[in-house]
Structure formats: C-alpha cells, structure tokens
C-alpha cells in the first residue's frame, strides 16, 4: 500500500497504523486466506494420493509442483483466484464462491498430463477447507508476529524488574499512601502476570483443532464412494501429521470453534495485564515517578509546549480495549451456528486479523512506552519521606508481637488523619513500655528501609 493508498484506507489498521500491522499481513489478509485455502487442498490431494484405495497417482515432480502453488503463492496468484470468484477465466464460469475459485485455481494449475482434476476437493465442503485453513493462519499468526511482541513486553518488564529491585517507592491502596515497595518488584509482578498469560495462550494456540468430516460431519460422500476406507482414521491423520494440528472427530459440518474462543479469551487475558500496566505506568508518569525521554521533533501539545505526554500508553489503552472488544464478540459469536451451517461465521472470521492487528498495535505502544520512561529516583525517595506514616503498620506489628493487644489503637491515635513526622513516631516510642533492643528496632524504621522482601521478591522470575 503506498503512502497515498493509506490515506484513502476505511480502517485505521491499512491507514494510520499499517506500518505496525502488516507484520500480520502474511496471516490475515485476503491472499493470506487463499494461500491456505490452496495449501490444504493441495495436501488432501497428495494425501488421497497415498490412499491405496484410490486410483490416483501423483509422481515426486508432479508433488513439487503442486506444493509450489502455496509456498511460492504471489500476487498474481491472488489475482487469479479472485478473477475466477468474480469474473471466471480460462473456461471456468465466475463462481461467486471464494472456496470454489481456490479449487478451480488448483485445477488450473495442474499439469498438462495430470490426472488429478477429479480429485481436487473429493468429498469435501468448503468448511472442511476454510476451518482449516484459518486455523493455520492464527496459528502461525501468534507465533510468528504476536507471541513474539509479547515476549518483547515481558522481557522488557523483566529487564526493568533486575534493575530497579532495590529502587523503594511509596504504594498506594485506594489511591491513598501505603506500605511501601520498590519500582522492581511492582514491574516483575506484571512480567509474572504476562508470564502465565502467554503460557495460556500458547496453550490454547498448541489445541487448536480441524475437522474433516464433511457436509454433515458423517464423512458420507467418502464412505459413499469408498465404504471399506477408514475415513476418520484418514481425517485424523490427514489433520495431526499433514497439518500440525489437533483433531476434532465430533462436529456438525462446522468445526464448533471452541478452541478459537479458547485462543481469544487467552489473549484477552494478556491485554487485561497490558492494560492494567498502561494504567498504572499512566499513574506514575502523572506522579512523576516516572520521567519521560522525549523525541527530537515530536510535538506534546498543540498548545502547551512544555508537554510530554504518555501517548504510547493511552494508544495502547486504546488499542487493546477495543481488541478485547472484537476478542468478546469473535469469542461468542464463532461458537454458535444455525443447526449444520449458516454463513454468518463467514464475515466475523474475516475479522479475526482486525482483532490481532489492534492487540499487535498495543503490544508495539506499550514496548514503546516501556523504552521511553526512566524512574526519578530523587522523587520517588522525597514522596516517601514526606509520608512517614506509613511506618505505622511496622510500628503496630512489632508492638504485637511483645504482647501489645492495643498496639493499633496506639498507633491510630498518633497517625490517622495526622500530618506526622518520624520525630512524633519516635517521641511515642520512648514513652513505650518495652525492652530497649525494641526500642533501638522501632526507631530504626524509615519509609525508604520499609520494604520487606520485595528485593528479594523479583528473583521468583523464570
């Protein structure tokens, strides 16, 4: 698409964004579909080649050309493909049916001395080509474009994680100042989060499942035309060891998708983290816990131009809400069809790529934003001495645990809705009643040292 083309494009994902989308290209564009299309018809044919039963013999050099039709699928191969959909060609009336046209490509292409025209699509429907066919799509879609980003997120957390395990930071709870941690450790929380999340979504990516079974499900025109074959046995192995994925023997003659929303909610899973973080890192910024490096050139405000802004953040907000949004609706709606088929599935399968391209577009925002923003370390530690209140869980604790069962009435009626200081702390402590290594204990608590093991914390990342 050149610059032009974007400009006039319907969608923000062809337009504003395609530089970030077409990683997904190769997966969810229309010529994508046809290529995969044209991969698994190719593949059953071979495969009913290597069938005894059948007659059908097709040579190693005759195997190599077919297999090109999808490894070496180009432009114009698409072209063709829609050509015959739309317009018909060399013989072959318009279909106006994309299925059909992908068949008809495969015929077309064959060999002169080929006797494999009969064979082409033998027994099948469409959905036995189409679920398949989207199946490898989104499968090689997550692993080869959105795992990857992913990862690239987590790693960075991680990164960030080592680095700032000892940098103390005041918590908030309610908004309000609370029990203090460290920048490290709140960053490995959300890399452990991200962790397990694309440990489900490879999960459900490494279950997807194709189906095989025809217009019913029953495998009827296969044991029509040849009774003494074991078509599920075929179909199985057709779809494990051909295709790489699971097998789905049950079905009507649509494969239930419930691997697919399976795979969905996984991902939503991922971007509710993600979008935990964009909130929380928002928070910071605003704080200015966290400074932002800013971009030779880059405009902040239209107006005010002293303002960097955390825009990477909120596009990523953005992003991921409404991919979760397309996520829900895919998720719901690609479970459920009228009795054997209906072809509203059709259109909303087509919209599995906008879905992945407005997660693609989140993870790249948010990596952005991750490579852009430094703690202020002297803020941080000024926040935290201002508010030495927040020693008095410590103070309270410690008090229990020599026998005090009033510690936090005590401790309450210094601090609660107090402007204090550590020297009021510690004029309380030497009014206590207690031994003096407890005394010398109390008064060596400061917000910054009040950190527990959160340091220590941040090693419990894989």
Same mark, same amino acid.
């Given at each position: 698409? *050149?610059?032009?083309?974007?400009? +006039? ?16 290209? #190769? ?11 044209? &991969? ?75 006797? @494999? ?54 918590? $908030? ?6 029990? #203090?941690?460290? /920048? ?8 452990? &989060?991200?962790? &397990?999340? *694309? ?9 997807? %499942? ?30 494990? !060891? ?24 996984? /991902?939503?899973?991922?971007? !509710? ?10 928070? +910071?910024?605003?704080? $200015? ?36 949004? !397309? ?7 690609? *479970?459920?069809?009228?009795?054997? &088929? ?7 399968? %087509? ?48 008090? %229990? ?11 309450? @009626? ?10 009021? /702390? %510690?004029?309380?402590?030497? !009014? ?6 407890? $005394? ?6 400061? #917000? *910054? ?14």
């Amino acid at each position: 698409m *050149t610059d032009t083309d974007a400009l +006039y494009a319907v969608s923000p994902l062809d337009g504003r964004y395609s530089g970030r989308t077409a990683p997904l290209s #190769p997966y969810a564009s229309e010529a994508a579909l046809m290529r995969a299309r044209v &991969r698994v018809e190719v593949e059953y044919l071979i495969a009913l080649a290597d069938l005894e039963a059948t007659p059908l013999e097709i040579d190693s050099d005759e195997r190599e050309h077919l297999r090109g039709l999808y490894t070496t699928f180009a432009e114009e191969d698409a072209q063709l493909i829609k050509k015959l959909e739309t317009e018909g060609h060399a013989g072959f009336e318009a279909t106006n049916h994309d299925v059909k046209a992908a068949e008809y490509f495969v015929r077309h292409r064959l060999p002169e001395d080929s006797d @494999a025209s009969a064979w082409i699509h033998f027994g099948l429907t469409s959905e036995d080509v189409n679920n398949l066919a989207h199946r490898l799509l989104v499968r090689d879609a997550v692993d080869e474009v959105l795992l990857p980003a992913l990862y690239e997120v987590q790693d960075s957390l991680a990164e960030m994680a080592r680095e700032y395990r000892d940098l103390p930071m005041l918590a $908030r709870t309610h908004g309000q100042p609370a029990t #203090p941690t460290t /920048f490290g450790k709140e960053m490995a929380v959300y890399a452990a &989060r991200l962790g &397990r999340a *694309t440990g489900r979504i490879r999960e459900a990516t490494d279950d997807l %499942r194709g189906k095989l079974g025809g217009a019913s499900g029953t495998y009827a025109a296969h044991h029509a035309a040849y009774p003494e074959v074991d078509w599920q046995s075929f179909a199985a192995e057709f779809v494990t !060891d051909g295709l790489d994925l699971e097998f789905q023997s049950l079905t009507t003659q649509v494969n239930p998708c419930d691997d697919l929303a399976t795979l969905f909610d996984a /991902f939503r899973g991922a971007n !509710d983290v993600l979008l935990d973080l964009d909130l929380d890192v928002w928070l +910071y910024v605003s704080d $200015r816990y966290l400074g932002q490096e800013t971009v030779a050139g880059e405009t902040g405000s239209s107006t005010m131009p002293h303002k960097v802004n955390p825009i990477d953040f909120e596009n990523s907000e953005g992003n991921l809400s409404k991919a979760n949004s !397309d996520l829900t609706f895919l998720a719901d709606y690609v *479970t459920t069809s009228r009795l054997q &088929r209906d072809l509203s599935d059709s259109t909303v399968k %087509r919209n599995i790529g906008p879905a992945f391209a407005h997660c693609l577009i989140g993870y790249s925002k948010t990596a952005a934003g991750l490579e852009k923003v430094v703690p202020t370390e002297a803020v941080m530690r000024e926040d935290l001495e201002s508010t030495p209140e927040i020693i008095g869980e410590a103070v309270q604790t410690i008090l %229990r645990r020599e026998g005090q069962a009033d510690a936090y009435e005590q401790v309450k @009626a210094v601090t609660r809705g107090k402007d204090v200081t550590l020297e009021d /702390f %510690r004029a309380m402590f030497d !009014d206590l009643e207690v031994d003096e290594d407890v $005394r010398e204990e109390l008064h060596a608590l400061t #917000p *910054t040292g009040y950190t527990g093991v959160a340091s220590e914390l941040v090693d419990g990342l894989e």
